[in-house]
């Protein structure tokens, strides 16, 4: 039989790190700001400090203490502490209640003989980089929400393996809230996956030097959000000309056509406040400039929007045709995401293209000067920053070489420099900053972005799915969020299902950030993506009046309550602005001592007042609600007050959304001019 003590503890303390080492190992462990700890380890003994990635330097610590004695180190900060015994193991404890958040899972110490799994296991891919994962303790009763965008059908992750990369439809921000009272940010932009199974909570990066992550704990979700957006920042002022209705579809072909809808909103008196010319508007991808015969006069576009009230919203491409007036240049200065091995083609669309290099500053500032030039100084001051992942064809991360580093190691963080490359040219302009990107990592937020939903299905299923990915990704700093209302792929504006759909989509839209219609709708064009002289054309209608009369009645009632919502919907941007405070959250944010609420991931609190619960099935004209103790609630569509702590069944027909105000709030939201 083989016993296992634990070895004598020895450590160095260097300021307010401790550094601890031994045999094929370096640690470095130390506060992060304000109630957090920051570790880092690698098997090369060498931790690179330059690697923060998108942190933001650390608030300073207002208590940090650290001790030692034979068998442990023992580091506080405020109210998080750290220990690590003789053998390596590391555990976190909340100081204020002296409960264990998180320990490493270590299997076995046995010796004489090879041990089961180590906590923190690296291997070698080439030099000082490593595939590494992470092995925690599980505890089945522990809940975990974040990481991000998915359209899993998971609103509790736990039991969830998720994958750690960026695709069309799935954003990776690597930070989970968990039930215990802590947030854990994986500090790497490798891709990898993170486990929250019943047997280990495990961390994974496929190439990176060394493991970082960062533990913040606190009193409610509300303190432990605040800590996590000081380190990874906080959305900018939100600009008032961008809270009302988006207009949108794929797409508008000509500039006349994009007028003539325009004018209708305004002969309908429907309020708008942007539109949108989506893709393939310019004259080959990579000039990003109108088509001069199609978009013949964009700056007596501009004009004509904006004595409507009107902002005009342009999409941007990052992908460049090798036939394209930039092509040189660029391939000279080495602004392309570039192959490791065969040609630097990564993607085709109408043709072959490579990609931008927005992980390398001077490419960044040549794409936004191509921009300012054929867009800015019409008076365009909103981007829509699509193809943010990006996307490839197929997913070869191994395969593609950036400035940051090879796309195994980086690829995560390219979508956060595409936001930064236009935020820094708009802001040199003295503009305030709202666009759109299909991607984020952590700190996007900082760049003014509002993240979407990507290229999702038009199906009630995806509704529901789409909720759920919105209150996860409230939780890892993004506070600007829409989806497309309807969804994206397929519908029929003749069809009588889909517009029940859009109805119900328009219903949870109006309670979202970022009110937004957009859709490649049937019938669809004939065409040929791969053909590099085929021309792309547009999908169906997708004005709110093209859905029938019935569905346009209800619609427009909603558009209009958007408008009354506004000012409420500003109030909560400034917070989100000034604290991180998310726009739309879970219940668990502002009713963490109500267990039910932790698996409620179909209702969601919009602002502190406003507790809403989309119907997000087919056919339903009925639903279930809970609302929680603590609070007063009144039904808004009927006036009538409600008991709190319990489940409920409320009326909601087509055209109603069971809405609820707390504590006496009557923002008069249905009660129309």
């Known amino acids: ?160 393996t998720i994958e750690l990369l960026q695709k069309n439809g799935k954003c990776t921000i690597p930070y989970t809230y968990s039930s215990k009272g802590y947030g854990f940010l994986w500090n790497n932009p490798a891709i990898g996956r993170a486990e929250f199974v019943n047997n280990h909570t495990m961390w994974h990066a496929q190439c990176a030097k060394q493991i970082d992550y960062i533990v913040i704990t606190g009193e409610s979700p509300a303190e432990i959000n605040h800590k996590f957006t000081d380190i990874t920042g906080r959305a900018p002022k939100f600009p008032k000309w961008a809270a009302g209705f988006w207009q949108c579809k794929l797409r508008y072909e000509t500039q006349e056509e994009l007028l003539e809808v325009a004018r ?40 004509e929007l904006k004595e409507m009230g009107i902002e005009l919203m342009v999409s941007i491409w990052p992908t460049v045709d090798p036939r394209s007036e930039n092509y040189e240049l660029m391939k000279n200065k080495n602004y392309f995401i570039r192959g490791e091995k065969g040609v630097d083609v990564v993607f085709m669309f109408y043709g072959p293209q490579t990609y931008v290099d927005n992980t390398h500053p001077d490419a960044r500032k040549f794409f936004w000067s191509r ?69 984020a990592w952590l700190g996007t937020q900082r760049y003014g972005a509002v993240l979407w939903s990507g290229d999702i299905a038009s199906t009630f299923d995806s509704l529901r799915k789409q909720m759920k990915a919105g209150l996860n990704v409230s939780l890892c700093g993004i506070p600007w969020w829409t989806t497309d209302i309807g969804g994206f792929i397929n519908g029929n504006p003749e069809d009588e299902e889909f517009r029940e759909l859009i109805v119900r989509w ?16 049937l019938p669809y064009p004939q065409r040929d993506i791969f053909d590099p002289d085929g021309y792309c054309g547009s999908g169906g209608p997708n004005e709110v009046w093209r859905f029938g009369d019935d569905a346009y009645e209800i619609i427009a009632r909603y558009m209009h309550l958007r408008e009354r919502l506004i000012p409420y919907i500003l109030l909560q941007m400034e917070k989100a602005s000034a604290d991180g405070t998310p726009v739309m959250r879970p219940l668990l944010y502002d009713f963490p001592e109500e267990e039910a609420v932790y698996d409620i991931g179909d209702e969601y609190m919009f602002g502190p007042n406003l507790l809403i619960a989309p119907v997000v099935e087919q056919g339903q004209e009925s639903r279930k609600v809970f609302l929680p103790a603590g ?43």
């Open 1 to 160: 039989m083989a016993y296992y003590t634990i070895p004598k503890f020895e450590a160095v303390i260097q300021g307010n790190r401790l550094i601890w080492e031994t045999a094929g190992e370096l640690v470095y462990i130390e506060p992060y700001g304000k109630d957090a700890v920051r570790f880092r380890s690698s098997k090369s003994l060498h931790i690179d400090e330059e690697l923060n990635w998108t942190l933001l330097p650390p608030k300073k610590a207002e208590f940090v203490q650290i001790e030692m004695n034979e068998e442990r180190g023992r580091l506080v900060n405020g109210k998080i502490a750290v220990t690590i015994t003789g053998d390596g193991t590391v555990t976190y404890y909340n100081t204020i209640t002296n409960k264990v958040l998180l320990e490493e899972y270590w299997i076995d110490g046995r010796v004489h003989t090879a041990p089961l799994r180590r906590a923190r296991e690296y291997r070698v891919t080439s030099g000082n980089q490593f595939k590494m994962s992470l092995y925690f303790k599980p505890d089945r009763e522990e809940h975990f929400y974040g990481m991000g965008q998915d359209a899993n059908d998971c609103f509790d992750l736990k039991g969830s």
């Open 371 to 439: 921009a300012k030039k054929n867009y800015y100084d019409y008076g365009i001051k909103m981007f829509w920053l699509d193809e943010a992942e990006p996307e490839m064809r197929p997913y070869d991360y191994d395969n593609i070489r950036m400035y940051a580093g090879n796309g195994e190691e980086i690829s995560n963080l390219y979508c956060t420099g595409y936001a930064k490359a236009f935020y820094d040219g708009l802001r040199e302009e003295g503009e305030e900053v709202c666009n759109l990107i299909r991607c």
């Open 264 to 303: 209708e909103y305004k002969r309908r008196k429907l309020p708008i406040s942007v539109i949108v010319i989506d893709y393939f508007h310019w004259t080959m991808q990579g000039e990003w400039k109108f088509d001069p015969i199609k978009w013949p006069d964009p700056r007596a576009m501009v004009d």
């Open 506 to 521: 328009f219903e949870f839209g109006v309670f979202c950030p970022v009110f937004r219609l957009h859709g490649f709708r």
């Open 631 to 673: 609070a007063a609630w009144t039904n808004a569509n009927t006036g009538e007050a409600c008991e709190a702590g319990r489940w409920m069944v409320t009326e909601a027909p087509l055209g109603t959304i069971p809405v609820f105000y707390r504590d006496g709030a009557d923002l008069g939201l249905f009660k129309e001019d």
